[in-house]
Each structure stands twice: as C-alpha cells, then as structure tokens.
C-alpha cells in the first residue's frame, strides 16, 4: 500500500472488500475469493473476484448489500459484473494524487 494513503481512500477500500468478501462468503458458494491491490503511484486499484454462482444484478433483493456496493463503486466510478453460474467480479480505484476516491477506475 502507498504510504501516506488518505482517512478517506483507506476507507474506501476497506468498505469496498469488506462487503464484496461478506457478499461472497454468504452468497457466492465459491471455494475461492481473489483480492488484488495495486498501485502504479498515481492510482490505487483493487479487483475482487469470486468463482461462485453468481447472479443477475437486474433482479431485485432484500437487503442493503448490493445497494450499498454500487453506491461505494459509484464513488471512483468502480464497476461490478456478475454472471450466473461464473461468479462476481468488481473493480475499485483511487486517484492518489489528490487524495480523492473520485477518480476513474481500473
């Protein structure tokens, strides 16, 4: 991790991780969870990716996870994908330069 990370960034991506890992151990049926987290000094990147049964977004679902995920990604203009049957996929990113979790993407 880049030294001198931001309150907010840190933040962030933890929140980010820590819902993607609940959701995948309570939903995802996967033996095997992903978390990558890379950074070029510039921008800060993580992927997460379940292999498990994954899911259609569109459909509707009790609860705050989801909700609560894509207002988190909308943050960095993250991204998540899921497809049934071949697991859930997310990717989150920070601008390093200014600190700011408002920054594009990996």
Known sequence: MPQGLSEEVSFYFYRVAQEALTNAVKHS????????????????????????????????????????????????????HSIRGRGTELEAGANLGNASVSAQAA
């Not at 978390?35 to 259609?56: P, T």
């Not at 609860?63 to 960095?76: A, D, H, I, P, R």
Request: charged share 25%.
């Open 29 to 80: 049926r996967s033996a095997r969870v992903e978390v990558a987290v890379v950074s070029d000094g510039r921008v800060l990147s993580m992927r997460i990716q379940d292999f498990g049964v994954g899911f259609d977004p569109a459909v509707e679902r009790d609860g705050l996870g989801l909700v609560t995920m894509q207002e988190l990604l909308k943050m960095s203009g993250g991204r998540f």
